[in-house]
């Protein structure tokens, strides 16, 4: 049997906690509701864009890990990545966290 929260439910735990926190959150591509892949954008006032994505280990677990960071002279090219990996995997959610130090968020679940 497998243990994992399903995706849905861990979605809307995560905006519903950066909600509460006075931050905002929002889903930006809705994937499967119980096993889609989940890729959690971090920013701060809709700066400093940051991409955690859970990455597999050694051991078989996975565990969360900053993928992409948002280079302020190339707004363009994080977008462009964030539409690629959407159109690559029709089973990934994209959400938003915009909060201080969103990531705290993302070790909650």
Avoid at 34 to 47: F, K, M, P, R, S
Avoid at 81 to 86: C, D, E, Q, V
Wanted: overall charge negative.
């Amino acid at each position: 049997m497998d243990s994992r929260l399903p995706a849905h439910l861990e979605v809307s735990g995560m905006l519903r906690a950066v909600q509460n926190a006075g931050g905002f959150a929002a889903v930006l591509k809705k994937g499967e509701r119980d096993a889609g892949t989940i890729l959690v954008v971090c920013a701060e006032n809709g700066q400093n864009r940051r991409i955690f994505e859970r990455m597999p280990r050694a051991d078989g677990s996975r565990e969360w890990a900053e993928t992409r960071r948002e280079d302020v002279e190339n707004k363009h090219d994080f977008d462009a990545y964030l539409g690629r990996r959407g159109a690559q995997d029709p089973e990934l959610w994209i959400i938003e966290l915009d909060i201080v130090n969103g990531e705290r968020f993302i070790v909650l679940t």
